[in-house]
């Protein structure tokens, strides 16, 4: 377009009058000016697809109430103790405080409650007998191994020291407690199936 523009610019100034050296001079000037520069000269950037991300303004006074209340924050979470995890194997849970759920004991007749009651004498005569009776039974082992000591020391000192030390391999003992119902014969064990209803507790 400039070099149109040019072009008839120098049309018009040859019709009026004769070029001279001194408008030469300035038509040459003005083409090479950036008014008139050429199409081949003029260069146009990328355009921008994005507009640059304006900065928001920040008020250092809001800023600074928010590092104020996480301070506060911080600090209460220190005074409080951290939270033990309860243990539920050794908390009752509260349906089984409940007095309403007591089951009365059963009303027995006197000829009933006679006979529990003397069962229960002769019972514990029975077991003070036989306690006399082990007690009595260790005593005499324990007297007879006294005796034979005191014989075996005047024989052989050397014999006597072994007599002395115990012989674990000499009476093996095996033991297995009283239960306090007796095993059913025809029990059948689950295979193990369960819902797990573990609680998770997190810090």
């Known amino acids: 377009m400039s070099w149109a523009l040019s072009r008839c610019l ?7 009058s004769p070029p001279s050296s001194f408008l030469l001079a300035e038509h040459h000037r ?35 109430m928010l590092k104020e209340r996480m301070r506060k924050k911080l600090r209460k ?10 243990i539920e194997d050794l908390i009752t849970p509260a349906k089984f405080l409940d007095e309403t759920r007591e089951r009365s004991a059963p009303r027995l007749s006197f ?11 002769e019972w514990c005569r029975y077991k003070q007998e036989q306690h006399m009776a082990e007690v009595q039974a260790v005593e005499l082992a324990l007297e007879a191994q006294r005796e034979a000591l005191d014989e075996l020391k005047l024989e052989s000192e050397e014999l ?7 012989d674990p391999l000499m009476f093996p003992f095996t033991h297995k407690g009283p239960v306090y119902t007796p095993p059913k014969s025809k029990y059948e064990a689950p295979d193990g199936k369960y819902n797990d209803i573990t609680k998770v507790y997190t810090q």
Do not use: H, N
């Open 111 to 121: 000829e009933d409650s006679e006979g529990r009651a003397l069962l229960l004498k």
């Open 160 to 166: 006597y020291q072994a007599a002395l030390k115990p």
């Open 77 to 86: 979470l220190e005074k409080v103790a951290p939270e033990l995890i309860p």
């Open 10 to 16: 120098c049309r018009v100034l040859s019709r009026q």
């Open 30 to 64: 003005a083409v090479q000016s950036l008014w008139f520069a050429p199409m081949r000269t003029l260069k146009i950037s990328t355009p921008l697809r994005a507009e640059p991300k304006k900065k928001k303004k920040v008020d250092p006074r809001r800023e600074q």
